[in-house]
């Protein structure tokens, strides 16, 4: 039996690659890749086609440039109250030791006893908790954990509601029918020829991060045996998120809802997954970036959520 788990162990990812999933195959492997420059670790603003954005599960978007530029609370509640900490610090460990041990909530002679003591004595315990973060946290004047967060600032531009506290260096942006028509271009393009293989080709119209990702995929394709063939793309519907600059450098995030002729083959040509005569339809948020005078190119995708 044991050498049945061990053997059944070393086959199984052998076994996960026969079957492939529809997503994985196609340009990005359904996965949010990519970067947004100062927005990187900021969800965009929802649309109709996407009320919602998956974050970045793989990016080279520095984490720490957005943290610096956060709510500007100055530490977190640790570092901003050394003593509060110790205080909550010594009600939960002599709670949790008097529940154990069955002394009581920190043995103040209370007498409740079995699980309907125990339950009461939580729930003392929680709003003990919560008096003191709100006595403390509004004494510093910042948001309660137990409340809202910070208010929203309000939307102005192509920039999405609190964005205009990233600084002067970003300004809003407003787009054209021409940038548009640049989007739907270019998602046509890296499509057909992602379809085709040709990353030579994708590389005029996405970042040296994007490539970076899409050339790890389309070899863990090739270890499969398999090939994504696209054709046939077309735009159904397009929605601008937000459009923004910073300094030199330009950015779009779009939703779109494109649909395609989207099928997986094997090295026989055999078709693994989708159906040739059944187009796909596809929701994601695609990021476009350019540097001033340049034109655009794809600097991030995102599932919507």
């Known amino acids: ?13 052998l076994m996960g690659g026969i079957a492939v999933d529809h997503a994985d195959a196609r340009l990005g492997g359904g996965h949010s890749m990519g970067s947004r420059g100062s927005f990187s670790y900021r969800p965009p603003r929802p649309t109709s086609i996407a009320p919602g954005a998956a974050p970045f599960e793989r990016s080279q978007a520095p984490a720490a440039g957005y943290a610096n530029r956060g709510l500007g609370t100055g530490g977190n509640f640790a570092q901003r109250r050394p003593f509060m900490t110790g205080l909550l610090g010594g009600f939960i460990g002599a709670g949790i030791f008097g529940l154990l041990f069955g002394g009581g909530f920190m043995h103040m002679g209370l007498g409740f006893g079995g699980l309907f003591g125990v339950l009461i004595q939580l729930i003392i315990l929680f709003f003990i ?13 910042q948001p309660s954990i137990f409340g809202g967060g910070q208010a929203p600032g309000r939307q102005y531009g192509g920039i999405g509601p609190g964005q205009q ?5 970003v300004q809003p942006l407003q787009l ?7 989007f739907a271009q270019c998602l046509a393009y890296v499509q057909q020829a992602w379809g085709a293989g040709d990353l030579r080709a994708i590389s005029q119209a996405a970042t040296p991060e994007l490539m970076g990702y899409f050339q790890d995929q389309l ?6 045996g398999l090939r994504n063939r696209v054709s046939d793309v077309q735009m159904d519907n397009m929605e601008l998120s937000e ?6 450098t330009d950015y779009a995030t ?5 649909s395609m002729i989207d099928v997986t083959e094997d090295r026989t040509g055999r078709i693994v997954d989708g159906d040739p005569n059944v187009r796909a339809l596809v929701s994601e948020v695609w990021t476009f970036t350019r540097r001033r005078g340049s034109h655009w190119i794809l600097a991030a995708i995102q599932q919507t959520n």
């Open 165 to 169: 506290a990233m600084g002067p260096s």
């Open 219 to 224: 070899n863990t394709l090739s270890r499969q």
């Open 1 to 13: 039996m044991r050498r049945f788990f061990i053997l059944f162990a070393a086959l199984l990812p």
């Open 129 to 141: 908790l919560r008096w003191l973060f709100r006595l403390f946290t509004r004494r510093s004047g």
């Open 176 to 182: 054209t029918s021409a940038d548009r028509q640049a």
């Open 254 to 258: 779009v939703a779109m809802r494109f």
């Open 243 to 248: 459009a923004w600059s910073e300094g030199d």
